[in-house]
T-cell receptor, first 115, second 115 residues
């Protein structure tokens, strides 16, 4: 079974802190994604990566950066956390079949509270 | 409105009844996927239907796709209390690998199955 793990289930940080959220997948997937999920807004894509050291902005990249130094690991960085970044963060990975986006496999999520 | 909108936003049914939810989208797609999310957890893939397919089954799930109407439906037959969750559709709009390799999620339908 595909396994996507996230470094923390719950995280509490203070405004201005630098926050690292880590995601690891064990299926050798090329693609990895970071979403945030907020009530009434659904899932919104922050960043995605289709290869090591490659990244693409999603729909809401402001205030975030990412790092993909190894194929299995995709990190989301909040350079200076703000209260409006309090949210549920979901990581996902998928296989690219050369033509279509395949199934995305999600981690359990990290619920971040910024005080 | 966003690509991939589910309707209704919420649904309450008795155990044993069928649950139907719909998804509408705006642009042409390569495939459409349905995911389930239990409260506070990550998303789990249910079914993928390609643009050249009209209907797909998986256990108690039946998905239809009408590309002329840009809509899809998910039917859960003989629902169980364990089906209580939020259900999301997601569309793959295709494009070159670097720019188009992502899914766009709708806001979800919350389903409550009462025992």
């Amino acid at each position: 079974d595909v396994k996507v793990t996230q470094s923390s289930r719950y995280l509490v940080k203070r405004t201005g802190e630098k926050v690292f959220l880590e995601c690891v997948q064990d299926m050798d997937h090329e693609n990895m994604f970071w979403y945030r999920q907020d009530p009434g807004l659904g899932l919104r894509l922050i960043y995605f990566s289709y290869d090591v050291k490659m990244k693409e902005k999603g729909d809401i990249p402001e205030g975030y950066s990412v790092s993909r130094e190894k194929k299995e690991r995709f990190s989301l960085i909040l350079e200076s956390a703000s209260t409006n970044q309090t949210s549920m963060y979901l990581c996902a990975s998928s296989f690219w079949n050369g033509l279509y986006q395949e199934t995305q496999y999600f981690g359990p999520g990290t619920r971040l509270l910024v005080l | 409105s966003q690509q991939g909108e589910e309707d209704p936003q919420a649904l309450s049914i008795q155990e044993g009844e069928n649950a139907t939810m719909n998804c509408s989208y705006k642009t042409s797609i390569n495939n459409l996927q349905w995911y389930r999310q239990n409260s506070g957890r990550g998303l789990v893939h249910l079914i993928l239907i390609r643009s050249n397919e009209r209907e797909k089954h998986s256990g108690r799930l039946r998905v239809t796709l009408d590309t002329s109407k840009k809509s899809s439906s998910l039917l859960i037959t003989a629902s169980r209390a364990a089906d209580t969750a939020s259900y999301f559709c997601a569309t793959d709009q295709g494009g070159i690998k670097a720019a188009g390799n992502k899914l766009t999620f709708g806001g979800g339908t919350r389903v409550l199955v009462k025992p």
